[in-house]
């Protein structure tokens, strides 16, 4: 299983954690069968690093800033490549 914790508290909410979790939650559906594990998208209340964008916790070790811009980079290059890599 891969778990994906986005930040929903105050500053990644105004720095548009909604609309990175509506394209991971797309991004899920779309690739749902080239994943061959379970794939938990939640949310999570103040990560602590609220200057650096919405704050995205991958299997409660890997840190990453997103945005809509670069939340599609982020499922390829990390999610996908690290299904493929197991």
Do not use: W
Not at 15 to 43: D, H, R, T, Y
Not at 48 to 77: H, M, P, Q
């Amino acid at each position: 299983m891969i778990t994906i914790s986005v930040c929903v508290g105050s500053a990644c909410h105004l720095k548009g954690s909604s609309k990175v979790i509506e394209e991971l939650q797309k991004l899920i559906a779309k690739n749902k069968a080239s994943i061959p594990v379970i794939v938990e998208l939640k949310g999570a209340f103040c990560i602590g690093r609220c200057t650096e964008g919405v704050s995205v916790i991958v299997d409660d070790k890997d840190l990453f800033s997103l945005n809509e811009n670069n939340v599609g980079a982020f499922f390829y290059e990390t999610i996908m490549r690290g299904v493929s890599n197991e």
